[in-house]
T-cell receptor, first 109, second 116 residues
Framework: SQTIHQWPATLVQPVGSPLSLECTVE??????LYWYRQAAGRGLQLLFY??????ISSEVPQNLSASRPQDRQFILSSKKLLLSDSGFYLC????????FGSGTRLTVV | AQKVTQAQTEISVVEKEDVTLDCVYE???????LFWYKQPPSGELVFLIR??????QNEISGRYSWNFQKSTSSFNFTITASQVVDSAVYFC?????????????FGAGTRLAVHP
């Protein structure tokens, strides 16, 4: 079964600073990969999904971008963070079922 | 459009009470999957169950049971004899096929607090 590694677990960043969150997958190849965001006390919102290397679809307009440089690597980035980017970010993989990473709690100050 | 509604924002019960978490969904897909996930305070999502749209048989797993009714587009989750460790946020989710790609659409979640 697939395993997702997501880091860092927590991150505090100042407004205007860049962001890079990394997600890697083990145990499968050519998975669909997803980035979700959960604002405090809210549900999970799909931000990006990818069906292959270099293929990224954005669900909502925002200050973030995603990239998939390798089959099992999915990166979430921002050039300049906003306060509203604070939240809990989860990477997910769809191969034989949906598997979620342990999440990154981002606080923008 | 696909949508998942969890009308109960928060539920508070006393230990050993039974509790049902409601989930109502909307979809245009003829084939779809429904999920329940548990999110403890640590934040990770714990998979509980997956049910496909052609299987309306109710399922029981220990103290957990699920009632899937296509006629009412509902997939409710019952915890019998609740325990403090059941305290968490519970999410219902629905797959959406979009241009041949599969996505998971979540409800807003229900926060369950079980008190001793």
């Amino acid at each position: 079964s697939q395993t997702i590694h997501q880091w860092p677990a927590t991150l505090v960043q100042p407004v205007g600073s860049p962001l890079s969150l990394e997600c890697t997958v083990e145990g499968t190849s050519n998975p669909n990969l997803y980035w979700y965001r959960q604002a405090a006390g809210r549900g999970l919102q799909l931000l990006f999904y990818s069906v292959g290397i270099g293929q990224i679809s954005s669900e909502v307009p925002q200050n973030l971008s995603a990239s998939r440089p390798q089959d099992r690597q999915f990166i979430l980035s921002s050039k300049k963070l906003l306060l509203s980017d604070s939240g809990f970010y989860l990477c997910a993989c769809l191969a034989y079922g949906y598997t979620f990473g342990s999440g990154t709690r981002l606080t923008v100050v | 459009a696909q949508k998942v509604t969890q009308a109960q924002t928060e539920i508070s019960v006393v230990e050993k009470e039974d509790v049902t978490l409601d989930c109502v969904y909307e979809t245009r897909d003829t084939t779809y999957y429904l999920f329940w996930y548990k999110q403890p305070p640590s934040g990770e999502l714990v998979f509980l169950i997956r049910r496909n749209s052609f299987d309306e048989q109710n399922e029981i797993s220990g103290r957990y049971s699920w009632n899937f009714q296509k006629s009412t587009s509902s997939f409710n989750f019952t915890i019998t004899a609740s325990q403090v460790v059941d305290s968490a946020v519970y999410f219902c989710a629905l797959t959406q096929n979009s241009g041949g790609y599969n996505k998971l659409i979540f409800g807003a979640g229900t926060r369950l607090a079980v008190h001793p």
